[in-house]
């Protein structure tokens, strides 16, 4: 057994087999999450009353019953940083959520202690925006993965992992010489930035103030509008992750979180021109309309 | 008494629940979402408070300025993909 050494404690246990495991009997896939060319690259079975995460080629996960436990199974020749990449991106949230944790695919961000959080599936611009606030004086708290509690009447953002993945362009326009790296991963080129001083992470709990779906970058300048009701909690759907879609229990109370947080009024699409040069101007209209909501807490608790 | 098709009530596995004025709904069986417009927001308090689709007419026609024939039909054809979704059952 070998277990990852990470700094934040999940309430997950989480080791690796150092053998390779028995042959296992797996029923047909009850969901499974397609490459855009057709090819799965996660499958979810049903086993021993929990559950069998297969990542074709790389990586077997059982997560227990309750989400409480994982145990990894690797692939010969699969890398103990694409293993942590997996855990950490794809079984952590999953194994998180069958605990009824609010686990949403966003990034999040801390400004003047609020908690801003942006929204989408991969490739929408989450880690590059969360990377431009923090090496600009506004600390990240997650790249993806994020987790949102409910607690005193309000809703919190629980800092994640403490790094940030990031395409190469990306990484070579925002990200400051000589910050730490983890590992490479052996199926993304993506680099994953550990937080330090020049990408400052934020460890601490911040109020959720704003939840910004982001757009497909057709705008040409940073545009943000309300976006309401159901069409707020479908969206929130979208971006949810759910090992297990059968579970009633966990769907009630899923359901009946998604309609708390948007009934507080913190949704927002937003959407702007995805080149490095307008990122200056795009932080300054998420900090203006940020700002704008703060105003309006303190008015309204004073 | 009420003609017996015109009575409906909600699907056991169907939760609902008003978020800023508008109606979303959850079906448990099939974990799929739906998302009413204000009118269909309306409709959907109105089966929920009378499970009588003749007084949700009535009420709507007092409520709204629409056409009698108009609204009988775009209210069956809600009716109609409620039931389809098993959101509502017919009694």
Redesign the interface.
């Known amino acids: 057994m070998q277990q990852f050494a990470t700094k934040h404690k999940f309430p997950v246990r989480f080791n690796v087999a150092s053998r390779s495991p028995r042959e296992r009997k797996l029923s047909e896939p009850f969901h499974q999450w397609l490459s855009p060319q057709g090819q799965p690259l996660l499958q979810f079975h049903r086993f021993n009353r929990g559950y069998w995460l297969s990542f074709p080629g790389l990586a077997d996960f059982q997560v227990s019953a309750g989400g409480r436990s994982v145990r990894c199974w690797p692939a010969r020749g699969t890398t103990r940083g694409t293993l942590e990449h997996l855990y950490l991106n794809q079984v952590l949230p999953l194994a998180l959520s069958r605990q009824g944790q609010l686990v949403l695919h966003a990034s999040a961000i801390d400004i003047d202690g609020a908690g801003v959080a942006f929204l989408g599936s991969t490739g929408k611009g989450k880690s590059t925006l969360a990377a431009g606030f923090a090496t600009n004086g506004h600390r990240f708290m997650t790249d993806d993965g994020l987790l949102v509690e409910h607690a005193d009447g309000d809703w919190w953002i629980r800092p994640s992992h403490p790094s940030i993945r990031l395409w190469d362009d990306s990484f070579q326009a925002l990200i400051p010489a000589r910050s730490p790296k983890a590992p490479a991963v052996q199926y993304t080129s993506k680099t994953r930035v550990l937080a330090g001083r020049g990408v400052p992470f934020c460890a601490d709990l911040r109020p959720l103030r704003r939840l910004y779906f982001l757009g497909d970058g057709r705008a040409k300048k940073p545009t943000i509008r309300p976006v309401?009701?159901?069409?707020?909690?479908?969206e929130l759907?979208k971006t949810s992750f759910v090992l297990d879609?059968?579970q009633?229990d966990l769907?009630?109370k899923h359901?009946?979180e998604l309609?708390d947080l948007?009934?507080r009024?913190v949704c927002f699409h937003l959407d702007y021109p995805r080149t490095y040069e307008d990122l200056p101007r795009v932080r300054q209209a998420i900090i203006e309309h940020t700002r704008e909501t703060s105003v309006e807490a303190a008015v309204s608790h004073a | 008494m009420p003609d017996k098709k015109r009575l409906v009530r909600v699907h056991p596995s169907a939760l609902h629940r008003e978020v800023q004025g508008e109606i979303v709904l959850l079906h448990l069986d099939s974990g799929e979402y739906f998302g009413l417009n204000d009118v269909g927001s309306r409709i959907w308090q109105l089966i929920v408070d009378t499970g009588n689709l003749d007084e949700v007419e009535a009420t709507i026609l007092r409520e709204f300025d629409v056409d009698p024939d108009v609204l009988s039909r775009d209210l069956q054809a809600v009716v109609d993909q409620l039931v389809e979704k098993n959101l509502i059952e017919l009694v």
């Open positions: 309401h009701g159901p069409q707020a909690v479908i759907v879609v059968e009633k769907m009630k359901f009946s309609t948007v009934s009024s």
